[in-house]
């Protein structure tokens, strides 16, 4: 099968499109598809992949993201000569408006895959937010009627678009995968030398230094675990606009010494970062995904984290981690609980491992393929994925999201 995945975003960047858009193209390369990849312009990136073509763009200075131009005149020569089977979307816009373009001029199936909560992001509005919001609920909701199949990263996302939106047909949930090889491999005791860590209990925790992943809450809770247990450290791995903040309030709540501000690691290092834990902490609300989780599960971390949307889907509360109210003391609470009782941590870390061998990506591309034929079965049939447009604007109204041509 010739697949394209059309993405704003990819290697050198790290986030977590990257992560789905690269797991899924060598699991799927493996198992003998061709994968070509339709991404951004990098400055002083070279690719050591086939088969990646990139559009023009230009970096956006303190942000792990580049803005895509989606003009290439190459890339509009070569597209036809790939003979594609299916055309997989990662975005709505940008390149993700090429994707459903092409895959029409084409008459070529388009994946769509729902990464992210998109309306979490109105917050960086200075306008009004509902406006704005309402405006990104129409936008999603025409993209997706010219699509074949939607990919859900999370079963919470899922049951989100059928509650707002009414689709229950051409959607399907698939998790972005594990390579679970790395995680067995990884020892985290070069990591706890390099940092001094030996005899410390440490907490780890993964994250884009930004206002939606709830960080205040998650380091206020870390401040009340090492005020009641000494000898306790974080290790933060990410980086982000909001990053000079961070380090500010580890200052306010007086732990700085004890913080470690990894920052952004090659995905082949994460695991053994993850392995040099105690366990993983996190307490973002606005997940599509627990893919962080998920990886901290395949290292046989126990996860203590705020049960929200993405998290709950991938922690089992009590078999593989514990999941708290959006509470700070709560998660100190729990925290505490798992570092003072080392029967319930083993308990739990077996829990991990068994959980995470769900995620292993073999498996989910498995998966993925499948939902690949049916698209193009249903391209074949000239059908797409139906919104109900009365429960859509009831929806809307409810929220507040009103606009005129909903």
């Known amino acids: 099968m010739h697949i394209a995945h059309f993405t704003n975003t990819y290697k050198p960047n790290i986030n977590g499109v990257v992560r789905s858009v690269s797991t899924f193209r060598d699991a799927l390369v493996d198992k003998g598809h061709q994968v070509f990849v339709f991404a951004q312009e990098t400055r002083d990136y070279e690719d050591s992949e086939p088969f990646i073509f990139r559009y023009p763009g230009f970096e956006v200075p303190r942000y792990d993201y ?23 979307s990662n975005h709505a816009i ?20 729902f990464h992210s909560r998109h309306t979490a992001y109105s917050a960086y509005i200075p306008f009004s937010q509902a406006f704005f919001q309402g405006i990104i609920v129409d936008w999603l909701a025409k993209y997706i009627e010219r ?49 001094n860590l030996s005899m410390a209990r440490v907490l780890v925790s993964t994250f884009r ?46 732990i700085e010494e004890r913080v470690i501000f990894a920052g952004l690691l090659p995905f082949e ?51 593989n981690g514990l999941l708290t109210e959006n509470d700070s003391h709560a998660l100190a609470k729990a925290i505490l609980r798992l570092l003072q009782d080392s ?6 870390r077996a829990g991990a491992l068994e959980k995470a061998m769900s995620f292993d990506i073999r498996l989910l591309a498995d998966k993925m393929i499948s939902v690949y034929e049916q698209a193009i079965e249903d ?20 929220l507040g999201l009103s606009l005129a041509n909903g």
């Not at 990919?151 to 995968?177: A, C, F, N």
Request: include cysteine; aromatic fraction near 6%; charged fraction near 25%.
């Open 66 to 88: 580049s803005i895509v131009m989606p003009v290439s005149p190459f890339v509009d020569w070569v597209l036809p000569a790939l003979k594609l089977d299916v055309i997989h």
């Open 94 to 113: 940008l390149l993700g408006q090429i994707a459903v373009d092409r895959a029409e001029k084409y008459n070529v199936p388009v994946v769509f895959t």
């Open 147 to 195: 699509c074949q199949h939607v990919i859900t990263p999370s079963d919470s996302i899922r049951q989100m678009l059928t509650e707002y939106g009414g689709i229950t047909q051409r959607i399907t949930t698939v998790p972005t995968g594990i390579a679970m090889t790395p995680f067995r491999r990884a020892d985290g005791r070069d990591i706890r030398q390099k940092y």
């Open 209 to 254: 230094h930004s206002m939606e992943k709830n960080w205040k809450v998650l380091f206020t809770a870390v401040a009340e675990v090492m005020s009641q247990m000494d000898n306790v450290w974080l290790l933060q791995i990410g980086d982000g606009p909001q990053h000079d903040d961070l380090v500010q309030f580890t200052r306010e709540l007086g």
């Open 269 to 319: 290092e994460i695991p053994h970062y993850l392995k040099a834990a105690d366990l993983f902490c996190f307490a973002s609300v606005a997940e599509t995904q627990g893919l962080v989780s998920m990886e901290a599960l395949a290292a046989g971390l126990p996860v203590v984290a705020v049960r929200a949307s993405g998290t709950k889907d991938v922690v089992d509360d009590n078999v």
């Open 343 to 348: 029967d319930l941590r083993t308990r739990l």
């Open 379 to 398: 391209k074949r049939a000239n059908r797409t994925v139906r919104i109900d447009r009365e429960l859509l604007k009831e929806t809307r109204r409810q």
